[in-house]
């Protein structure tokens, strides 16, 4: 079973992130990144950090938007998403940060790190495979997949899983088309697992808006946490 997991500070040029680490029993254990979705960090992030120790690794979620920004609506959220989409060199920077801190983790295996995120968080892991980051693998769960021009060419070395909705109104089905090219242009071993029937958040428990094509799903939600348990399992072998 999980430890308590607790809030973790880590800061550059002045700024201050807000972390969550949650640990197992285990000690050098892989280390697993969570990305937070459009609101900033929040009870589903760390809910999934702490699923993530109970299967054995370090879940340590990761905060691009800086301590105490958080929102609470969708003006909000958008407000604090979109200078990072964009700014993606900034954004990637908030990453590479990130990555920094958890192999500088007390009591972790850093040559085994991971990364998955959650809507806007999924965009975020793509970025650090693009950004051809030296992680085993990262997982978009219901990702936004806009490229970012500045990476195109860029080799990636990181195994990609993306666990979609096909019927996401956020990523269309060419943009899934335009991902998987992308993918393949850049050498990456990808895998992608789709489901019929499913919108965006299908893995948020409280989302139920329809009209915004975010809904949850419990089939999609068991299909892909089993999916990515999976996939950590190959890529820390």
Known sequence: MASNGSLFDYSQNGVTYEGYVSRPVASNAPVVMVAHAW??????????ADRLAELGYVGFVIDVYGKGNRGNSVEENTKLMMPLLEDRAELQGRLKLAIETVRGLDNVDSSRVAALGYCFGGLCVLDIARMGSDVR????????????PALKGTS????????????DPMADPQSVRDLTSELTKAGADWQ???YGGTVHAFTNKVANDPDMGTVYSPSADKRSWTAMTNFLAEVFE
């Open 137 to 148: 693998g990262v997982v978009s769960f219901h990702g936004l997949f806009t490229p970012d």
């Open 39 to 48: 609101a900033g960090p929040g009870e589903h992030e760390r809910a999934a």
């Open 156 to 167: 990636i070395t990181a195994k990609v899983l993306a666990l979609h909705g096909w019927d």
């Open 192 to 194: 992608l697992h789709a």
